[in-house]
């Protein structure tokens, strides 16, 4: 399968692999995809945006081995990313989905723009089939209407209580409210996969209980401290459904895990990291040190 990536100005094939029969096919069933890109914080080389599908590593591969201009699935991340260079410390196996067909300095290029330009502008694109083709679409998953409703709405448009998160000017508004619901956000979705990781494995009572522990915590944070009463909603919903015994645990777990992504991913576009980074830096700089 061959792709098109689009974003900024930048037209790039992807010849894809077929050595993840599984993960392409849950891909193609989402395509074509509208993307927000992100800039990494921690590996650095890479752009990425989040994938509307769960899937376990296949294939694995150490992120650090995929070579400049693969494009990998993260699950644990829940990322589709394309590298453009070595990347810094992190340990994680990835699923490599193909690599691009073009010279890995336009994406080079793409990633520098959108490291300075993140939280100031949106950088938006999308990914299809070269052929414009499109796959069947994936039967919906057995969760309940009303929480399958709201994890669409949420894939389809920024809440507003989350973009509100920015107009506040109060002390220590908005950087307070911001950095808290974001790392709220991406602490719950790890802790989903933590959940999702021990299916089979663990009782499905604890892993219910383990499951409503961090909705519930995540939920209330964001409802109380950040002022998001929609967004800790949808949390809300998907522990509702964990807890319901007559519910199924896997499919639930994927759909939380969905949800969770995508609120930070939201949150994370607000964020100006390289200038927060900079202010860092500068703010722990020696001639800044007092005398």
């Known amino acids: 399968m061959t792709l098109v990536f689009e974003a900024d100005g930048l037209s790039c094939p992807i010849v894809g692999t077929d050595a993840a029969p599984r993960t392409m096919a849950a891909l193609a069933a989402v395509l074509p995809m509208p993307l927000q890109l992100h800039t990494p914080k921690?590996?650095?080389s890479h752009i990425f945006w989040h994938a509307p599908f769960v899937e376990d590593v296949e294939g694995g591969v150490d992120v650090l081995s995929a070579r400049p201009g693969a494009f990998i699935y993260w699950p644990v991340r829940q990322f589709l990313e394309i590298t453009f260079a070595p990347l810094q410390a992190e340990t994680a196996a990835v699923t490599v989905l193909g690599?691009?067909?073009?010279?890995?300095?336009?994406?080079?290029d793409l990633g520098r723009r959108l490291r300075t330009g993140a939280g100031r502008r949106r950088?938006?694109?999308t990914l299809r089939m070269a052929n414009g083709a499109a796959a069947p679409a994936?039967?919906?998953?057995?969760?309940?209407?009303?929480?399958?409703?709201?994890?669409?709405?949420l894939w389809s448009a920024c809440p507003a209580d989350i973009t509100?998160?920015?107009?506040?000017?109060?002390?220590?508004?908005?950087v307070g409210p911001v950095m808290q619901a974001e790392s709220e956000?991406?602490?719950?979705?790890?802790s989903l996969w933590w959940v999702r990781s021990a299916l089979g494995t663990e009782a499905e009572a604890g892993l219910r209980v383990a499951g409503c522990l961090a909705l519930d915590k995540a939920a209330v944070r964001l409802r109380d401290f950040c002022h998001m009463g929609d967004t800790a909603g949808i949390l809300f919903r998907c522990r509702e459904a964990m807890a319901d015994p007559r519910q199924p645990l896997g499919a639930i777990i994927d759909e939380s895990i969905l949800v969770a992504g995508r609120i930070g991913a939201w949150i994370d576009l607000l964020i100006p990291w390289n200038d927060l980074n900079e202010a860092y830096r500068r703010a722990l700089s020696p001639e800044r040190e007092p005398t």
């Open 42 to 44: 921690i590996a650095g």
């Open 123 to 125: 950088f938006t694109g």
């Open 99 to 108: 690599h691009i067909d073009a010279p890995v300095e336009l994406i080079a």
């Open 185 to 190: 956000a991406r602490v719950l979705h790890e």
């Open 164 to 174: 509100d998160l920015v107009t506040s000017r109060a002390i220590m508004h908005p």
């Open 138 to 153: 994936a039967p919906a998953p057995e969760v309940p209407a009303a929480l399958l409703h709201a994890r669409r709405a």
